[in-house]
């Protein structure tokens, strides 16, 4: 049986994610369900897609994903399921899955048409649901939907390259659980730009001419001192998603306080990369 995975913007207060588990189960006993996150700020495509662009490189072959950010169904905001990298996802046609898709290309698109379940409100209760359990069930995508070419892009995901200058120009587009700062320049294309030179990484104030691999890599561990005075010491990195971080060495949003805090860093912010 499919594992089907949930990402939404509910939170946890409200009855919302109890709701949808109870209606695949009733729909289906033996589903596996799992919670990738329901902290999404809402409404945040581009966080959503950072966050299952990350999440379902985990899961086996066959999972399903059921995204529950923006989807109210609309005229301009169609329900759609995709086959993608082996696993499918199942949500509007809003541009969260155009960080996934426009590295590696949807093997099925489809946009749902099957009728709305008249005892559910919204759609993840009720289409979004049926069609997980009918794929669960080893269903076809083509009997929920007719196929589609193409989706919506999210431009702001992908930063711009100015050849003429030497630069990569991009800008934030998540603040982790520790306050740390994510931009959208990947490491292939710091790589591919940068091509070994000399470089500055420009957050609004700060400057980094360094980038580590590990967040403890700016701890000297040869002097003899008490280490948690490195505690809050400002660094970029590439972290496990492969982009390009501004962080602060062992933040805490309670006590030392995170980059985006510190920094002054915020959603969308320009991060510029300079090579000489």
């Known amino acids: 049986m499919s594992i089907i995975t949930l990402t939404t913007d509910f939170g ?24 990738i996150s329901h902290q ?5 495509i581009t966080q959503t897609a950072y966050v299952l662009k990350n999440a379902y490189k985990n899961f086996p072959k066959g999972t399903i994903h059921i995204i529950g950010v923006d989807s109210e169904i609309s005229v301009e905001n169609k329900p759609i399921a995709i086959l993608l990298d082996g696993q499918y996802f199942i949500g509007c046609d809003n541009g969260i899955l155009s960080l996934i898709t426009n590295e590696i290309r949807p093997e099925k698109m489809v946009e749902i048409t099957i009728p ?3 005892e559910y409100q919204f759609a993840i209760l009720g289409k979004f649901i049926k069609v997980a359990c009918h794929i669960a069930r080893g269903g076809m995508l083509e009997v929920i939907g007719m196929q589609i070419d193409s989706i919506k892009e999210i431009v702001e995901i992908q930063p711009f390259i100015n050849s003429e200058k030497n630069q990569i120009l991009g ?4 603040i982790d659980n520790f306050g740390n700062v994510v931009s959208n320049i990947s490491k292939s294309v710091f790589s591919e730009i940068g091509k070994g030179r000399d470089f500055e990484i420009v ?11 590990r967040y403890n890599e700016v701890v000297d ?8 005075q490195d505690d809050g010491k400002r660094l970029a990195l590439f972290n496990s998603a492969s982009f390009l971080e501004i962080a602060l060495y062992r933040s805490n949003l309670k006590t030392v306080g995170g980059a985006s805090v510190l920094l002054g860093l915020k959603y969308r912010d320009p991060i510029t990369v300079k090579f000489f």
């Open 116 to 118: 709305d379940p008249e």
């Open 221 to 228: 561990y040869t002097i003899p001192t008490d280490k948690r």
């Open 40 to 44: 999404i700020t809402p409404f945040s």
């Open 12 to 35: 946890t207060k409200d009855h919302f994610v109890g709701a949808v588990k109870g209606s695949i189960y009733n729909e289906l006993e033996e589903a596996k369900v799992i919670d």
């Open 171 to 174: 800008s934030v587009i998540y």
């Open 203 to 213: 957050a609004r104030n700060y400057r980094f001419t360094k980038v580590y691999k």
